[in-house]
C-alpha cells in the first residue's frame, strides 16, 4: 500500500521554543493530508486539512497561529507548533488520500513532549 | 455531537475465537466506512473498508458488516490471534471529501 511518512518520531522540546513536524508522502501525490491529535485513551482528534498551494482549513477550536500548517507541494506538509506549552504535549498524527472515499493512510505519528 | 460511535471500550476474546466490534454512526450522509488497527505510539493502519452499495466486504480474517437502515457496521475477526490485540477504530467518509470522522476506538485484547 502506499507509504506516508512522518519525521520525527519522538522530539522533546524546551517550553517556548517551536517544533516542525514534516508529514510525506513518499510513491503518490497528495494535494490533501490531515492533521491529527491523540490525547491518551482518546480517538484521533482532527486539527486541521492541508491544502497544497493554498491556506489551510482549521477545526472549531484549532488556534491557527499556534499549529502552523503549509502544503508547499504535492508529497510535503509541515505542521509546526509554535510557542511551545506543557498542555501540547501530546501525539500528532498526519494522513494523506489520493481521492476521495479511498483509504487514508496514515504517518508514523511523532510524539511530542514539552517540557 | 459524535457522529461515529463505538460504545465498547474493550472487548475481550479467546484466541481463536470470534471478536466482533461494533460501531454506530448517525449521519446518513456518510457513505464509505472504514476499520483502522492502531498499535501505542504508532499511527493507524487500514483494515478493510465498506461502500454504502454494499452490506458486507471480506479480506482473510476480516469480514466488516453493515446495515444501512440501523446506521450500524461491525468488524468480525475469525479466527481471533494474539497479533490482533490493539486499538480498533471505525471511520466514517460523508460526500466527496477526504474527512474522516473516527469512532472512539475498542480495545481488543485476544488472549493465548
Sequence with gaps: ?115 | DQQVKQNSPSLSVQEGRISILNCDYTNSMFDYFLWYKKYPAEGPTFLISISSIKDKNEDGRFTVFLNKSAKHLSLHIVPSQPGDSAVYFCAAYGGSNYKLTFGKGTLLTVNP
Excluded at chain 1, 518520531?9 to 490533501?32: H, M, N, P
Excluded at chain 1, 477550536?61 to 499556534?66: L, S
Aim: net charge neutral.
Design chain 1, 1 to 115: 500500500g502506499a507509504v506516508v511518512s512522518q519525521h520525527p518520531s519522538r522530539v522533546i522540546c524546551k517550553s517556548g521554543t517551536s517544533v516542525k513536524i514534516e508529514c510525506r508522502s513518499l510513491d503518490f501525490q497528495a494535494t490533501t493530508m490531515f492533521w491529527y491529535r491523540q490525547f491518551p485513551k482518546q480517538s484521533l482528534m482532527l486539527m486541521a486539512t492541508s491544502n497544497e498551494g493554498s491556506k489551510a482549513t482549521y477545526e472549531q477550536g484549532v488556534e491557527k497561529d499556534k499549529f502552523l500548517i503549509n502544503h508547499a507541494s504535492l508529497t510535503l506538509s509541515t505542521l509546526t507548533v509554535t510557542s511551545a506549552h506543557p498542555e501540547d504535549s501530546s501525539f500528532y498524527i498526519c494522513s494523506a488520500s489520493w481521492a476521495p472515499n479511498t483509504e487514508a493512510f496514515f504517518g508514523q505519528g511523532t510524539r511530542l513532549t514539552v517540557v
